[in-house]
């Protein structure tokens, strides 16, 4: 065992994640290589917020659209615009996006190869020891190559292989199935009801039973999407009467995408030894809203905090604190989130009534600072206050829908 290679980390999976997690520990002075699939994209809308791009220093070149509104369509088909006065909302094509992150890790000295996790073992002094099959190598194509890892980094995704190997298989995570068709962004006034500078997001039960509908404008491409966690639902039949009430159905099809989508944060990501969980693997997808990027990249540098003190101390109840300090963060708005998801997702009539809440300019204002930002917004009270015997009366029915 002492002729393999030994890393400070081992990262398996180079999305947004992983690839931060990487970058930052490389970026630290540890030894890491970063394990990806190649050519895997993970079906996204793709929308990231201002403060991503502030805090993990995302160039204005990889926005593909710069989206000024959101427009939500209730099963009436009635529409309310949700202009984002003072800001906006980045759009990025996750092909590109997340090839550029990977990228980034091994500028900052990550190694990266192309591979599939298949196991883990233990060398004769408990050092885990990461199996995975390379695309191609010095070993020939297909055979499995070892490396010692001191920590290793499950960034493989909801269906997280290194999740099965390493932790215990008590905890099922609930998620939703996500599918998407990236199409051929219409010409100008090509398709009535396309925006190109406009989030549409559609609360119909034909749509999706307890999700929703998307078209996310991409600059010259956009994502049709929607997902759902009833099984028997078809996603493609939902997505293509999307593209046809949308006037998309003729428009070009580049690619189709799907992939499962987890509902809250696994209740512990790391084996108490010198493993540990993040992004999709650790379930780290906002409910109701379904968005991954941010607090996936925030999950991989709290993760890298903690593989670093990890390995610098060997006290493996450090790898905790990536959980804990991401919860004291998150954790109210994933709560928040879930309660809305549960409640307003649940059928029609109530759908109806929570589109109907989004035409108010208080719950509009919240909505987009809490997005942009990433956190609940404390310093509007009478605001919330507002909002909250406007959500009592719709309860109640005391508005009509």
Known sequence: MDTIETFDAVVVGGGPAGATAATDLANAGRSVLLLDRAGKIKPCG???????IRDFAIPESLLVARVGSARVVAPSGKRVDMPINGGFVGMVDREEFDEWLRVRAADAGAVRRDGTF???????????????????????????????????IGADGANSAVARATLPADERMPHVFAYHEIVRSPSEGGAAE?????????????????????VFPHGETTSVGTGTAHKGFSLRDAVGALRGATGLADVETLRREGAPIPLRPRRR?????????????????????????????????????????????GDARVLATARKRFMKAHGKVFWVLGLLQRFWYSNDRRREQFVNICRDPDVQQLTWEAYMNKELVRRKPLAHVRIFFKDLAHLFRLVSP
């Open 194 to 214: 396309f925006d190109g500078t406009r989030c549409d997001i559609y609360y119909e039960g034909h749509v999706s039973p307890d999700f929703y509908g998307w």
């Open 269 to 313: 990501w790391d084996n108490g030894r010198d493993v540990v969980l993040v992004g999709d693997a650790a379930g780290t997808v906002a409910p109701a809203s379904g968005e991954g990027i941010y607090y996936a990249m925030a999950g991989g540098r709290l993760v890298a905090e903690a593989v670093d003190a990890f390995v610098a101390s």
């Open 46 to 52: 793709g929308a990231i917020p201002p403060r991503l």
């Open 118 to 152: 298949e196991q883990l073992t233990r060398d004769s002094d408990g050092t885990a020891v990461v199996h995975y099959r390379p695309k191609s190598g010095v070993n020939g194509a297909g055979d499995l190559v070892q490396v010692r890892a001191r920590a290793v």
